[in-house]
């Protein structure tokens, strides 16, 4: 009996498998090029919101509505003008793990296809991350594994491409130096370092890691290889897994999520009064840093900017106001500055 109730506080200490989500497509515009975005509902209400509020954030620098019925009328114009076409998929949704990619087109000075994955936690709502799911051993191995095979089948296509024809061909000929240029710029270490596996996608049949296209813009007609993918399978990913990591993706024990705010949203207050939320970005590699925070009542996007460095985040959000914030397990805690004016900022899970 003690075991038995042992293995259930463990379950639910370390998030027991959750039943499957339920996704549900909401709607902006009519017809076929209607825009479709997902709104996902669990039966924890907390965990629901955690996960709809990263996308709606990340996808829109918006606040996800309260509701499902209030659909997407919070989304500026802009943010249509920016994304003409939008669509998603799910790629994994068995109670431990929800994955989802969203794709369509976005608009600056040109209009450009992209697809973007998103994992999370289903019991959590965590958005899962590389760090998050592989030992650094393991990150390592991929990243090498990754950009050995995109280096191969640019060696491959280079190959090819000059083995067609003896005759002079421009268009052949710039293509060889497309790939060229792009092997030796993507062997650099720096890149390497800077791109490490590139963007992580999970579906029931393992992980696939996707790296950009060799061609700008202005050189993508010219480019026939596009992005550059490697998948890896349960099997294969196996020994580069955390404790967590295994949990979640091969069902394997239970084991406690990292205690990290990054790639996370996180909800708090400003002077015990203030209710806030903030969307952490990913740490880049250089130390630098980036969040987008809302004070709940007005529901508008602040972009902050700055550092991590020695255990402390410093987000500037204009010459005279920034966030100075220390990491307390999963949340942050520290200060908002204005001028003379500090107010204790508390933010968890």
């Not at 024809?165 to 092997?183: P, V, W």
Request: with cysteine; proline share 5%; glycine share 8%.
């Amino acid at each position: 009996m003690r075991r038995i109730l042992a293995t259930l506080l463990l379950a639910c200490a370390f998030g027991a498998q959750a039943a499957p989500a339920v996704v549900q497509g909401l709607v902006h515009g009519t017809g076929p090029e209607a825009q479709r975005f997902p709104w996902v509902r669990t039966d924890d209400a907390k965990v629901a919101d955690r996960i709809n509020q990263f996308l709606f954030i990340d996808t829109f620098e918006a606040m996800a509505p309260a509701r499902a019925a209030e659909g997407l009328r919070g989304v500026d114009a802009q943010n249509w003008k920016r994304m003409p076409n939008l669509g998603y998929a799910v790629l994994r949704n068995d109670g431990r793990v929800l994955s989802l990619r969203l794709e369509g087109e976005g608009c600056g000075a040109y209009c450009e296809e992209f697809s973007v994955g998103h994992a999370f936690d289903a019991a959590t709502g965590r958005h899962l991350s590389p760090g998050d799911l592989f030992t650094a051993e393991g990150l390592a191995d991929i990243a090498r594994k990754v950009h050995a095979n995109n280096a191969a089948r640019l060696r491959k296509e280079i190959a090819a491409l000059g083995s067609k024809a003896r005759s002079k061909d421009e268009e052949r000929e710039d293509k060889i130096e497309l790939y060229t240029e792009c092997l030796t710029s993507r062997q650099d270490p720096d890149y390497q370092k800077i791109e490490t596996m590139g963007r992580m996608e999970i579906d029931a049949k393992g992980v696939l890691f996707t790296q950009g296209r060799c061609s700008n813009h202005a050189m993508r007609a010219l480019d026939d290889l596009d992005v550059f993918s490697t998948r890896f399978t349960p099997a294969q990913l196996g020994p580069w897994l955390t404790a967590y990591g295994r949990a979640l993706l091969l069902g394997e024990g239970a084991a406690p999520a990292p205690a990290s705010p990054f790639d996370q949203v996180l909800h708090g207050t400003i002077d015990a009064r203030l209710p806030v939320t903030l969307r952490l970005e990913p740490l880049r590699s250089d130390g630098s840093a980036a969040a987008t925070y809302f004070y709940d009542r007005y529901r508008q996007a602040i972009s902050v900017f700055g550092k991590y460095q020695d255990g402390a985040l410093l987000l500037e959000e204009s010459s005279d106001t920034r966030l100075r914030l220390t990491p307390d397990g999963a949340g942050l805690r520290g200060e908002w500055i204005s001028g003379q004016k500090r107010l204790p900022l508390v933010l968890a899970p």
